[in-house]
């Protein structure tokens, strides 16, 4: 079974399932501004899926300093978290549900 790290400053909680992962790093973490647009989102997986769907991989690097291989990473990380991840139920939970989506 895979397990979700948070790796959210230095952050190395794991979680069995990464609906898990999604709700912690959306209430047990700092908010963070986007250093492109301003907009104040959680850290982890929707400051990320913010930066890609948002804005352009060329905005993303200039604004974060950001490497080619520092795209990829968070690209990966994104697209694995999608691929896995019930989003029903985490904004559920993150909503205030039992997560019973």
């Not at 209430?27 to 890609?52: L, S």
């Amino acid at each position: 079974m895979t397990r979700w790290e948070c790796a959210i400053e230095g952050d190395d909680r794991q979680f069995d399932n990464v609906e898990d992962l999604i709700v912690h790093q959306s209430t047990d973490h700092e908010r963070i501004t986007c250093q492109v647009c301003g907009t104040v989102i959680p850290d982890g997986y929707f400051a990320i899926k913010h930066a890609f769907d948002e804005h352009s991989r060329a905005e993303y690097v200039r604004a974060y300093d950001a490497s080619a291989g520092d795209v990829r990473r968070r690209e990966s990380v994104k697209e694995a978290i999608e691929a896995a991840a019930n989003m029903g139920e985490v904004i559920d939970r993150l909503e205030g549900g039992d997560g019973s989506y």
